[in-house]
């Protein structure tokens, strides 16, 4: 995957200190995601909102259908090149403060289309809007969402370098 | 309640977009909308957002290799596409199956069918605005997942059958968990009875809803349950029995009207039938080999072509291959059955409101991705 | 009798005697298969939807002499799937049958979206698949990555 072609994320222009943990932490507590299944992942993620998997008690477990309501965007699916300028057009959007999870292989890298040759789809997610978490699998179990959804609450809560998944990479590397 | 409703006004045509970003078109559908206030005069259904190239990959991949693909175009039906395409190879090829494995196949893509009409039923309700049975079916269907999980190691997107057979063998467990599923999903239909199929709401919402006739069945290549739904009985592991369907015994549920109600019904029998089927394989199911493997193992299908046609969870898939003699196909196109499902709706939706839109565009069961290949 | 065999009866009048190729065994999906001029695709259509058949699926396959258009048509009785396969050039038009089976209409958008034919007669050959300003046709054996570009013959004999 090609780290210079990642799109950054738009830093906020006001920054509060002791009160932007509060902030986290509620934000943390409440993500709201955007129902926007594209394939295959979508009924992985509608399983982890059902009655086993249950997302709502993390606080996520409200999808709402418009991008205006929404703060978490999964884009869980292929995303083929006529999709694309929707998802830039959503993501536009939300409003801010927004996280993206890439949910799934074809999210993260094309997964299993991605061939030489390949001409239909966008391999990547992240060619597209920041993305925060990447939950690799083809479908990723419920519970992978799930720690998808874990990870993104410490890189909320306790900032970029202090998420579960990234504890353990080593600080410094280009990961 | 159609002879109720007025004559669209044409002067004041509104175009409205349903999609494809939208939480009732189970996928990426886009449907350009042509309002008359709240009647729709024309429904353009525009797909492609979900084209992921599969019929240039089946010439770029391997028969082998394109295993995986089949089960991603009609996810909900995975274990169903895999058979397809595994039946398909075999008689292109003149692959033997050992007769266990025959068994397994079969009873893992009945099971595979049932868990797509449930979660069908639980979405479709859920469009209609009611969200409780939704929860219930879904514990129901991870049920099956977790039994097709321990014998192919995927929940959803299975690989598991195999040219000549299948993957891994099963053991007494599947047995024992299958036969205890079945008799639990019996005992819960009447749940689901009550809560849904005798509910005023839902039956006012789905009566005389979104008529396909006979006519416009044939005109489109309507097939599976929207086409037994119009009174068709035609049903492919009964009209060419493939595999070993010629040794069960169970019907095939036949609708009279057309309408919503119809499908739901012949969807909630359907599932009740596979039950049945499920129970006979079990019965007969016999000790053996589960793989074919050293008839697989080169798999360079001589000069020809087949045209396979399975009875998937939507109707009736068909694979159509050419070999051109060496390991890759030259041609492979899937003629899916959510094509013509989709189509029939730029009949069926004129004149009708765009709530009850919503319900004709659940109760149709279309899975966009099929279409878009 | 079976509409099958009605509908066989009709097409030895229309076509030649060589065109049609029986396969009883149903070996490869199909209780026949004929072969029929450009000219006649819409004649034996008719004929079909007369015979109450209905249209399975359109496809095309691209060899490097020729482009064939195989026709699958089935009728809802027990194994009644036939099909009937015209050639045409390629990025030749050929006609349409979307006024006779409707859903021609976007198995046919599909066919020229993706291998180029149009259709005469089809007002609506819109992208229905790709992206609505694609200019590439993308399943043509000469886009992309291809592993065999054989004439017909090599694979039909």
């Known amino acids: 995957m090609d780290n210079s072609q990642r799109v950054q994320p738009v830093e906020p222009v006001i920054k509060f200190a002791l009160l932007e943990d509060v902030l986290n932490l509620a934000r943390a507590n409440s993500l709201w995601p955007m129902t926007f299944g594209l394939a295959c992942c979508a009924i992985e993620m509608m399983a982890a909102g059902a009655s086993r998997f249950d ?23 292929t995303i083929s090149k006529k999709m694309a300028p929707a998802i830039q057009m959503l993501w536009d959007q939300m409003p801010n403060p927004k996280w993206c999870i890439a949910m799934g292989n074809c999210a993260i890298s094309g997964g299993p289309f991605e061939y030489d040759g390949q001409y239909a789809i966008v391999p990547g997610a992240h060619l597209l809007v920041p993305v925060d978490i990447f939950v690799p699998g083809c479908p990723p179990r419920p519970e992978g969402l799930i720690q998808g959804f874990l990870a993104l609450e410490d890189k909320i809560t306790k900032g970029e370098d202090r998420n579960i998944l990234r504890r353990f990479h080593r600080k410094g590397g280009n990961s | 309640m159609a002879e109720q409703l007025r004559e669209p006004v044409v002067d004041q045509i509104y175009s409205l977009n349903l999609g494809p970003q939208h939480p009732s078109t189970h996928g990426v559908l886009r449907v350009l909308l042509d309002l008359d206030g709240e009647f729709i005069i024309k429904a353009d259904p525009i797909i492609g957002y979900g084209h992921r190239g599969h019929e240039k990959m089946g010439e770029n991949r391997t028969y082998k290799q394109f295993m995986p693909n089949s089960s991603r175009m009609d996810y909900l039906s995975g274990m169903l596409f895999n058979h397809g395409f595994a039946l398909a190879v075999e008689k292109l090829s003149g692959i033997e199956v050992p007769e266990r494995a025959k068994y397994i196949r079969t009873i893992c893509a009945e099971m595979n ?22 929860l219930y079916a879904f514990d129901d269907r991870e049920q099956i997942l977790d039994i097709l999980d321990s014998v192919s190691g995927s929940r959803l997107t299975y690989s598991y059958c195999r040219f000549g057979g299948v993957c891994k063998d099963v053991g007494t467990d599947f047995v024992d968990r299958t036969r205890a599923f ?65 040794r069960f015994d169970f019907n095939v549920p036949v609708g009279s009207k057309g309408d919503a109600l119809d499908r739901y019904n012949v969807r909630l029998e359907e599932m009740v039938q596979s039950c049945r089927i499920i129970e006979q394989a079990l019965d007969q199911m016999p000790k053996g080999d589960y793989h074919n493997e050293s008839a697989a193992f080169k798999v360079r299908p001589p000069k020809g072509e087949v045209y396979f046609a399975v009875e998937s969870a939507r109707g009736q898939t068909g694979y159509y291959l050419v070999s051109d003699g060496s390991a890759f196909p030259y041609r492979c196109h899937i003629r899916v059955p959510s094509f013509g499902n989709l189509h029939v709706l730029t009949d069926v939706l004129k004149g009708t409101l765009v709530a009850d839109a919503i319900s004709i565009l659940g109760s149709i069961d279309v899975v966009i991705p099929e279409i878009d290949r | 009798m079976a509409k099958k065999d009605d509908i066989l009866q009709k097409l030895r009048e229309m076509l030649a005697e060589d065109a049609i190729r029986m396969d009883e065994a149903y070996k490869a999906g199909v209780a026949f298969s004929a072969q029929v001029p450009l000219d006649k695709v819409r004649d034996v259509a008719a004929a079909f939807k007369d015979g109450g ?20 048509m089935n009728a809802h009785e027990p194994k009644s799937r036939v099909s009937f396969r015209a050639l045409c050039g390629h990025d030749q038009p050929a006609p349409t049958v979307s006024d006779i089976f409707a859903t ?18 089809n007002t609506d050959l819109r992208r229905l698949l790709l992206p609505e300003d694609a200019d590439y046709y993308p399943l043509k054996k000469t886009f992309g990555k291809v592993h065999a570009y054989v004439k017909r013959e090599e694979i039909y004999g």
Not at chain 2, 114 to 133: E, K, N, R
Not at chain 3, 104 to 121: D, K, L
């Open chain 1, 55 to 77: 997302l709502d008690r993390f606080g996520a477990g409200v999808f709402r259908p418009s991008p205006r309501q929404s703060d978490l965007m999964i884009v869980a699916g």
């Open chain 2, 113 to 134: 069918r049932i868990s797509s009409h449930l979660l069908w039923f639980g979405t479709y309700v859920m469009d209609l605005g009611g969200f409780t049975p939704f």
């Open chain 2, 182 to 246: 079945v008799k639990r999903l019996l005992s819960r239909f009447p749940d689901y009875h009550n809560l849904v199929t005798k509910n005023i709401i839902f039956i006012h919402r789905t009566r005389g809803v979104g008529v396909v006739t006979q006519e416009q069945a044939r005109q489109f290549g309507v097939t599976g349950p929207n086409l037994r739904a119009t009174g068709i009985e035609y049903d492919v592991r009964k009209a060419e029995p493939y595999e070993i369907y010629d």
């Open chain 3, 53 to 72: 058949f209905y249209l399975e699926s359109v496809t095309v396959l691209d060899f490097q002499d020729t482009v064939e258009l195989v026709y699958h």
């Open chain 3, 104 to 121: 021609a209409e976007w198995q046919e958008r599909e066919i020229h979206e993706f291998f180029g034919n149009p259709f005469t007669g």
